[in-house]
């Protein structure tokens, strides 16, 4: 009888066992998207503008270092992805952020975002603008970077002229080279990048060149006369979402309104959506991607 009761533990101690030692079947973790950006990746500043709150800060923040806005006096609509940011003509204010993230450390970089406008607004409106430490007779100094569009008498619903300055360099949009059908009021994706082995700039309009035919040496940046290489934003100190630097409260030293009182800068009057930054220079095909998935 002992021995029967002790083949009978024995049995039940080896079922116990096995079945301690069974792979359990692991528990769903729920529909999650695969992280594209872990930490140290290329993407250091993204807003999606995707928040619904009555907290017009919340709806603003960017999703890297859960950096919150300083202000932010955009409505909110329907953007192309989610939501977005709405200006007005008579906004004066942009969407104020202390510092983008640490993309002033970026060498070569990539700005991306979405834009919704019309025209009908006398000035030039800034899509977006990083103050700068430095500051000399020249108002463009005072901002590392920044993009703006001028409005009644230069673009129209089929052709806008567009702006974009880094560093005192120049690449303008203009007359001939205006931006085709940017100004229809329908959302259209932005993406200016900057390669610092080529020290070129490149620009692209829903995923294709902003403008196609222009000579290489258009998109050249230069340090004086020489190839400007790696990029230095290390005196931005700031970042504006649809405005200039004055509209987050640093006025440029050349930014001297008219006889009316009026500053001929002017905060974004359209929608903005799915704001991003990076630390490097996106391919052609990987800005194509952004586009064709609405990000």
Not at 112 to 140: E, H, I
Request: hydrophobic letters at 40%.
């Amino acid at each position: 009888m002992k021995n029967k009761l002790q083949l009978v533990f024995i049995f039940a101690s080896l079922l116990l066992i096995v079945a301690g030692c069974q792979k359990l079947k692991r528990p769903a973790l729920g529909d999650y998207p695969k992280d594209a950006n872990p930490p140290g990746g290329p993407l250091k500043f993204y807003v999606a503008f995707d928040g619904s709150t009555a907290d017009p800060l919340m709806n603003a923040v960017d999703s890297i270092r859960a950096t919150f806005p300083g202000s932010n006096a955009f409505t909110t609509v329907n953007g192309i992805s989610g939501k977005a940011v709405q200006g007005s003509a008579t906004n004066t204010k942009a969407i104020k952020y202390s510092a983008p993230n640490d993309f002033s450390r970026s060498t070569s970089f990539t700005i991306s975002f979405w834009m919704k406008n019309s025209v009908g607004q006398d000035g030039a409106q800034f899509a977006f603008s990083m103050p700068s430490t430095v500051r000399k007779d020249s108002w463009t100094t005072n901002t590392q970077t920044f993009m703006l569009i001028e409005d009644k008498g230069q673009s129209t619903a089929d052709s806008a002229a567009v702006k974009f300055a880094v560093k005192d360099n120049w690449f303008e949009f203009v007359n001939d080279r205006r931006v085709k059908g940017l100004l229809d009021n329908n959302w259209h994706h932005i993406a200016i990048t900057y390669n610092e082995t080529t020290s070129k700039v490149s620009f692209y309009k829903d995923g294709q060149t902003m403008v196609s035919g222009l000579p290489s040496s258009f998109y050249d940046l230069k340090k004086g006369s020489n190839p400007y290489g790696p990029m230095d934003f290390s005196s931005v100190t700031g970042f504006a979402i649809g405005g200039w630097s004055q509209h987050i409260g640093l006025p440029g030293p050349g930014d001297n309104p008219g006889a009316n009182g009026e500053s001929w800068a002017k905060a974004f009057a359209g929608a903005i959506d799915q704001f991003r930054l990076y630390n490097k220079a996106l391919s052609a095909s990987e800005v194509q991607a952004l586009f064709n998935s609405k990000l």
